[in-house]
């Protein structure tokens, strides 16, 4: 009697342990399978947008902008997020350059007609703004050793890869909003200056 009461009372504790066990294993591994899943998708929902967001205004200050989408050789797609003109007479053009191709692009003719001795290498140096209206075109500037002021080394540009660009021009009158944008080897894009 004395046996077979001690061998329930062991069994009602193993029971009661094992209900407990399963009841915290069960609420915490699926309350801790929630919070995994809720956790990365919950901020994800949240802050992946920003993350993106903040990738993409890396190279604009409008990143959701989009002034202009080119098209061109080699599969590669150039986005224009802004042209800003500051108080110090320049306008700063900034995007993005993405090799929609399948092969490793360098950035040799977007140099434009540069000599040998001027040290910008694979750049957006070609680059040009045209005031159609005004009939002037504004190059790229360049510091005091001839390099310009934009973004250099666009070498091997993998496919799918996306890289910032920015360029520097003088700026146009203060009435002209409206350009072209010239890279060389790509069709020319209309944007719309703004005030920084």
Do not use: H
């Not at 342990?17 to 699926?30: A, D, I, M, P, Q």
């Not at 989009?66 to 050789?73: C, M």
């Not at 003109?85 to 950035?107: C, H, I, K, M, Y």
């Not at 890289?163 to 003088?170: D, H, L, V």
């Amino acid at each position: 009697m004395r046996r077979t009461v001690t061998t329930l009372a062991a069994c009602a504790a193993a029971a009661v342990f094992t209900l407990t066990g399963c009841g915290g294993g069960s609420g915490g591994g699926s309350g801790g399978t929630d919070k995994a899943g809720a956790t990365p998708s919950a901020p994800a929902g949240s802050s992946a947008p920003a993350a993106t967001d903040t990738a993409g205004a890396t190279p604009s200050a409008t990143p959701t902008q989009v002034l202009a989408q080119i098209k061109g050789d080699s599969g590669m797609e150039v986005v224009i997020n802004s042209a800003v003109r500051d108080s110090g007479g320049f306008v700063t053009v900034q995007g993005t350059l993405t090799n929609q191709g399948d092969q490793p692009f360098t950035a040799s003719y977007w140099r434009g007609t540069e000599m040998a001795l001027v040290p910008s290498g694979p750049s957006v140096a070609g680059a040009v703004l045209v005031d159609e209206a005004g009939k002037k075109r504004y190059y790229v500037l360049r510091d005091t050793d001839g390099t310009c002021l934009c973004t250099t080394g666009l070498l091997l540009i993998q496919p799918q890869e996306s890289r910032p660009f920015f360029a520097q021009f003088p700026a146009p009158p203060a009435g002209t909003t409206q350009v072209d944008f010239e890279l060389p080897t790509m069709p020319p894009a209309k944007i719309t200056i703004s005030q920084g």
